[in-house]
């Protein structure tokens, strides 16, 4: 279904790729001001309704996050992978007044919304796909020294057409891209689905995967960055593209708790999360 994605590999991509983490890496440093307030950011942030991100004392027990949670008028939806965040439920439209609350529990140190993230545009001119090639990131020269082996790169986006799936099994039928290593997958897990099969919908995250790893010199699509890297398919966007910083936080907690060397992550959004860069910096 999704074979058309695994045929790009073209650089522009990732030196954009390359760009936001440079961006990103000067933005998080550690003489960077802060980024977020540790509170609830606004009516105007593009956020779940209905949820907040909320981040306890280092050490709080179960039993004193779930009753400072109770204690504020929210309800525990769900622990999150990264220590001493939880995903908590209210009633839509009094997520401020439930995040000030919890501020005033003296287990809570930080109150935030459940922030959306979306990938990012792509143009559809008809020569958009040949600029940026690869020759310009120099990459001729760097496959004398490397293409990949023995590094796992976690794709923390809508998925890849890493698999043949019956629809027994993922509830529709899912085919692995044609250009793609069979044997360079590893420990997918779908946050959208809660589930281990992190299938594209949309071709998004295929996309992305086939710029990194897509297989070389075999005369069929492009060239892959580095062809023998281990891709590790994380889903946290549903098919519309977008997808809560609860779930991106899982997902970078899954990928480093799964020895990925690299996290890519194509997608932003225009609030910064306090918990997001917790997430980062674990």
């Known amino acids: 279904m999704l074979a058309s994605f695994a045929r790009p590999a073209l650089a522009l991509l990732a030196a954009a790729v390359v760009i936001a983490s440079l961006v990103a890496r000067e933005l998080w440093n550690d003489a960077a001001p802060e980024l977020a307030?540790?509170?609830?950011?606004?009516?105007?942030?593009?956020?779940?309704?209905?949820?907040?991100?909320?981040?306890?004392?280092?050490?709080?027990?179960?039993?004193?996050?779930?009753?400072?949670?109770?204690?504020?008028?929210?309800?525990?939806?769900?622990?999150?992978?990264?220590?001493?965040?939880?995903?908590?439920?209210?009633?839509?439209?009094?997520?401020?007044?439930?995040?000030?609350?919890?501020?005033?529990?003296?287990?809570?140190?930080?109150?935030?919304p459940n922030l959306i993230r979306r990938s990012q545009f792509e143009p559809f001119d008809e020569l958009y796909g040949?600029?940026?090639?690869?020759?310009?990131?120099?990459?001729?020269?760097?496959?004398?020294?490397?293409?990949?082996?023995?590094?796992?790169?976690?794709?923390?986006?809508?998925?890849?057409?890493?698999?043949?799936?019956?629809?027994?099994?993922?509830?529709?039928?899912?085919?692995?891209?044609?250009?793609?290593n069979p044997a360079l997958f590893a420990s997918p897990w779908d946050f959208a689905g809660n589930d281990a099969h992190a299938n594209d919908i949309d071709g998004h995250g295929t996309h992305v995967a086939s710029i990194i790893a897509e297989a070389t010199h075999n005369a069929i699509g492009g060239a892959g960055i580095a062809e023998l890297a281990t891709i590790m398919p994380v889903r946290v966007l549903a098919p519309d593209g977008a997808g809560s910083v609860a779930d991106v936080i899982d997902g970078i907690v899954w990928a480093a708790d799964h020895n990925a060397q690299v996290i890519n992550l194509t997608f932003g959004g225009v609030t910064a999360s306090a918990a997001e860069r917790d997430a980062v910096d674990y």
């Open 37 to 112: 307030p540790r509170a609830f950011a606004g009516e105007s942030a593009d956020a779940v309704p209905g949820e907040l991100i909320a981040g306890f004392v280092p050490g709080t027990s179960g039993a004193a996050r779930l009753a400072a949670i109770e204690g504020a008028g929210g309800a525990l939806l769900r622990d999150l992978l990264l220590a001493d965040y939880a995903l908590v439920g209210v009633t839509p439209g009094f997520e401020e007044t439930v995040a000030a609350e919890l501020l005033e529990q003296a287990a809570v140190v930080s109150a935030e």
């Open 130 to 180: 040949f600029q940026w090639h690869l020759p310009q990131i120099g990459l001729p020269e760097a496959w004398d020294k490397t293409t990949g082996a023995g590094v796992t790169v976690a794709v923390v986006d809508g998925g890849v057409a890493y698999e043949d799936c019956e629809p027994e099994v993922c509830g529709q039928q899912f085919a692995q891209g044609p250009d793609f």
